[in-house]
Nanobody, 126 residues
Framework: QVQLVESGGGLVQAGGSLRLSCAAS????????MGWFRQGPGKEREFVAA????????YYADSVKGRFTLSRDNAKNTVVLQMNSLKPEDTAVYYC???????????????????WGQGTQVTVSS
């Protein structure tokens, strides 16, 4: 079992930044990959970013590449999504997820993740 709790969402103007955190508990944090997904109003859930157990390999959606940075601190059982140059189209509920089946690779497919947080709202105004 893994419990995930996101924090750091909020309202920001276009061009601004936000830092989302996801705190994990339960299974040994350094034994699995982590990812972030988002779901905008009226849209399907989409992949944002993911990283392997050590953070040595990271994967980003084309829409956020160069603006978002994903990292993890295994000593603190935390992953952080730093979001810069935010755009109105980034408005969504953001979810962190744990993939207990993968350690050395991170999936971009939501269905392959085993545990999910409750989500945190990010709203970017124009």
């Amino acid at each position: 079992q893994v419990q995930l709790v996101e924090s750091g969402g909020g309202l920001v103007q276009a061009g601004g930044s936000l830092r989302l955190s996801c705190a994990a508990s339960g299974r040994t944090f350094s034994s699995y990959a982590m990812g972030w997904f988002r779901q905008g109003p009226g849209k399907e859930r989409e992949f944002v970013a993911a990283l392997t157990w050590s953070g040595g390999s990271t994967y980003y959606a084309d829409s956020v590449k160069g603006r978002f940075t994903l990292s993890r601190d295994n000593a603190k059982n935390t992953v952080v999504l730093q979001m810069n140059s935010l755009k109105p189209e980034d408005t969504a509920v953001y979810y962190c997820a744990a993939d207990l089946q993968r350690k050395y690779h991170a999936s971009m497919i939501g269905e392959e993740y085993d545990y999910w947080g409750q989500g945190t709202q990010v709203t970017v105004s124009s």
